[in-house]
Nanobody
Framework: VQLVESGGGLVQPGGSLRLSCKASGLTFSTYVMTWNRQAPGKERELVAS????????NYADSVKGRFTISRDNSKNTVYLQMNALKPEDTAVYFC?????????????WGQGTQVTISS
């Protein structure tokens, strides 16, 4: 199983980025997908999640109204559109796939992509 993030980079405050996470080796449409981030010296935090079919999404309060999570099950890819970026959004962003089935749990993490917001 592989989750490969891309799309990170250096952006000025107020700018936008679109992160992608392409999955392989798993039945993508059966996994809940989330984006998480970890800033230096801080714990990893959940940013956004999306259900298997994409109907339901949830966001951390700090990103509501600015970030949008979406997925394309035909492409095994989940996206995070980030607008109105702030310096405090600077972090390594990780995608995470998880599912529960008959009491079991399996999950996978990507390697992360760096997002830096700075003027």
């Amino acid at each position: 199983v592989q989750l490969v993030e891309s799309g990170g980079g250096l952006v000025q405050p107020g700018g936008s980025l679109r992160l992608s996470c392409k999955a392989s080796g798993l039945t993508f449409s059966t996994y809940v997908m989330t984006w998480n981030r970890q800033a230096p010296g801080k714990e990893r935090e959940l940013v956004a999640s999306i259900t298997t079919g994409g109907r339901d999404t949830n966001y951390a309060d700090s990103v509501k109204g600015r970030f949008t999570i979406s997925r394309d099950n035909s492409k095994n890819t989940v996206y995070l559109q980030m607008n109105a970026l702030k310096p405090e959004d600077t972090a390594v962003y990780f995608c995470h796939a998880y599912r529960t089935s008959w009491g079991s749990w399996d999950d996978y993490w990507g390697q992360g992509t760096q997002v830096t917001i700075s003027s």
